[in-house]
């Protein structure tokens, strides 16, 4: 694994940083055509930034879901990050400010950017987080703005953005069998629940579909007796 070097890193943290500004400005585009205001839709990436939960609590809101559906999706697809701070601890650092803040930073691109730099880690992970903090940020501003000076926001796709970012995101697991198999029994949950649950509670039912998940395979026992 490659160390952090100072001009190859920062070219490739403001390069992913970009990629999360326009994702950012699609969240904000998708705030906006849902009605939520500048000030929410800011305060919402400012204190969760988490751009999944994000868009998942905005789609149940204007889908006509209610809050609480809302904010148990939101937990529920940032329980992730739980295994991400066990894993990350050491990278962060053992001072509380160091671990409150790094917390909030802590998303699947930080991680993955730290994960890859070896001996840079740390240097890496701060690096990346804030910048990413930045132009998400920055980024949801200009797509609220954006979106809110549309006419009509549905000729332009913006509310595909969630699903065509969570298929992008799903699609590299499909390679696995074990992968595939929960993610059709979710989505046929979910999709025969629909007609008879609120908006945001059949994604809740899809849950369901974890239990398609296979044991891991065992190795096979040596045939014959050990001698």
């Known amino acids: 694994m490659r160390s952090l070097n100072r001009t190859d890193g920062l070219r490739d943290v403001l390069a992913l940083a970009s990629a999360v500004g326009v994702v950012g400005a699609s969240f904000g585009a998708l705030a906006a055509a849902a009605g939520i205001p500048l000030a929410l839709a800011s305060g919402m ?5 988490a751009g999944g ?9 204007a889908a006509g ?7 148990v999706a939101g937990l529920l697809i940032n329980a992730r990050h739980l295994p991400f701070g066990l894993a990350m601890a050491p990278v962060v650092g053992t001072s509380w400010p160091a671990r409150l803040v790094g917390a909030h930073v802590l998303i699947d691109e930080s991680v993955a ?7 840079g880690a740390r240097r890496a992970f701060w690096m990346c987080g804030a910048a990413l903090f ?3 940020n920055v980024g949801t501003v200009v797509g609220v703005l954006a979106g809110a000076a549309v006419p009509d926001t549905d000729a332009f796709g913006i509310d595909a953005a969630f699903p065509a970012a969570l298929l992008a995101l799903l699609v590299p697991a499909l390679r696995e069998a074990d992968a595939r198999r929960v993610g ?5 949950v979910a999709l025969v629940a629909t007609p008879f649950l609120p908006p945001g509670l059949p994604v809740l039912v899809g849950l369901l579909g974890l239990a398609a998940a296979g044991r891991a395979p065992t190795a096979p026992a040596a045939a014959g007796r050990p001698r």
């Open 134 to 136: 930045v132009f998400w």
């Open 65 to 71: 879901g209610s809050p609480v559906a809302a904010v």
């Open 184 to 188: 059709l029994a979710a989505a046929a």
């Open 45 to 49: 990436s400012l204190l969760v930034f």
């Open 53 to 61: 939960s994000q868009f998942l609590v905005v789609s149940v809101v």
């Open 113 to 119: 950017f730290a994960r890859s730099r070896g001996d």
